[in-house]
């Protein structure tokens, strides 16, 4: 399973920060360093949950287990929100 | 015929429209401006008001907008190119008035400009735009800017454009700036050099007609100003607050922001900031602190202009 940023999103980076807009929705995101992180390599093309999981335990000092729950916890969000889509 | 300038287009038009600058009759119009009945699509409420009437809004398949203000008049606007004006007084006064205000705004929307319901002078070289909600004082800070030496942008309505390398640049609007007579006072304006608006009582205009300028300037200042105490006097703007406070600016009907126009909003905001500091501002408190500040703002920029 992939997981890829959807059409109803567009994003801009300023200073350090992402912004996300839903322009389906009308809808405004923001998202904490790890969510960058993601998102950046999202942004890249399509994931599995273990190549990000390789980008974020590269970077930040967690161990595999809470760092894939972690990032199932935001992919949910971002999917619920229609940022993200699930792949096969 | 008459032959104006505004917002760097050369407008054609058949009502009069005393506050924009004189156009060149020998180019041709970039807007043609109409007197002309037309019907009008079904209409919803905005939050717009002038004069105390509220417009509606309403736009059809053919990507015409409308704007319709009760007893005053109704507009068609199309292709960013045409404005037709269908009036229900005989007030020209009054036509002019509402003519040069959102209906001119809704041609720069469909021409592409950003558009912040701001005023802005040219500090130096560069342009600063001065928003918040009415009584901020955008029109008292831009008085004091021109007190001190700034030339007029825009009074209201701030059109923005980008260069081929994304470089934001205000685009001159007409040379006219309206201010309460207490900032007439307490700037000390001149009274014999404004003229009375008609649409208060206590509100005068500032018309500097000979040099206006029409060349676009470049970005570089926007300041949202609040009168709140229990606000820092002066903060940047994080990132998600760029599109949000420039949103909640936006001149126009919301309704015009869906989708496509939203996403394009999102990104010219975000441009912006590649040219532009955005700061959230407690306005100066009385007149003296005002013009304090504006000194200073003045002459740091000169002196940066002359290192």
């Not at chain 1, 974020?56 to 760092?67: A, K, L, R, S």
């Not at chain 2, 950003?114 to 800070?141: I, N, Q, R, Y």
């Not at chain 2, 030496?149 to 040379?175: E, H, M, N, R």
């Not at chain 2, 013009?291 to 002196?303: P, T």
Request: include cysteine; aromatic fraction near 10%.
């Amino acid at each position: 399973m992939k997981y890829q940023l959807t059409s109803d999103q567009i994003s801009s980076k300023v200073a350090g920060e992402t912004v996300i807009l839903n322009h389906n929705k009308g809808a405004y995101f923001g998202l904490d360093e790890v969510g960058v992180l993601i998102w950046d390599t999202l942004e890249k093309g399509p994931q599995t949950i273990d190549s990000l999981c390789d980008v974020v335990t590269q970077t930040y000092d967690v161990d595999m287990d809470t760092c894939k729950e972690d990032i199932d916890s935001l992919l949910k969000d971002l999917i619920s929100e229609k940022l993200v889509e699930e792949i096969k | 015929m008459y032959f104006y300038k505004a917002f760097g287009l050369n407008i054609h038009s058949e009502i009069i429209l005393p506050e924009l600058s004189d156009g060149d009759r020998t180019v041709n119009a970039d807007l043609n401006i109409r007197a002309a009945t037309f019907t009008l699509p079904s209409l919803k409420n905005t939050q717009i008001y002038r004069r105390g009437v509220k417009a509606s809004f309403g736009q059809n398949e053919g990507k015409e907008l409308f704007l319709y203000w009760k007893g005053i008049a109704a507009f068609k606007v199309t292709d960013g190119n045409l404005l037709l004006v269908s009036p229900e007084t005989e007030d020209e006064n009054l036509i002019s008035l509402f003519t040069v205000s959102e209906a001119l705004g809704l041609i720069l929307f469909q021409r592409g400009y950003f558009l912040l319901h701001a005023s802005s002078v040219m500090v130096g070289d560069e342009a600063w735009c001065f928003m918040g909600t009415p009584g901020a004082g955008k029109s008292t800070t831009a008085a004091a800017f021109i007190k001190a030496g700034c030339k007029l942008l825009s009074d209201d309505l701030t059109a923005i454009s980008f260069d081929g390398q994304g470089v934001a640049w205000v685009i001159p609007a007409y040379p006219q700036l309206k201010i309460w007579d207490n900032t007439v006072n307490g700037l000390e304006y001149d009274k014999a050099s404004l003229q009375p608006v008609s649409e208060g009582v206590n509100k005068f205009s500032y018309q500097p007609k000979s040099g206006f300028q029409q060349k676009p300037v470049k970005l570089k200042e926007i300041y949202f100003l609040h009168k709140a105490r229990n606000k820092k006097p002066l903060s940047a703007l994080s990132g998600p607050e760029i599109p949000i406070e420039t949103l909640k600016n936006f001149p126009l009907p919301i309704g015009l922001l869906n989708d496509e126009s939203l996403k394009r909003h999102f990104l010219q905001s975000f441009q912006c900031v590649k040219s532009a500091d955005m700061w959230r501002k407690r306005r100066p408190q009385g007149f003296a602190k005002l013009e304090e500040w504006v000194n200073e703002a003045v002459s740091e920029v000169n002196v940066q202009m002359h290192e």
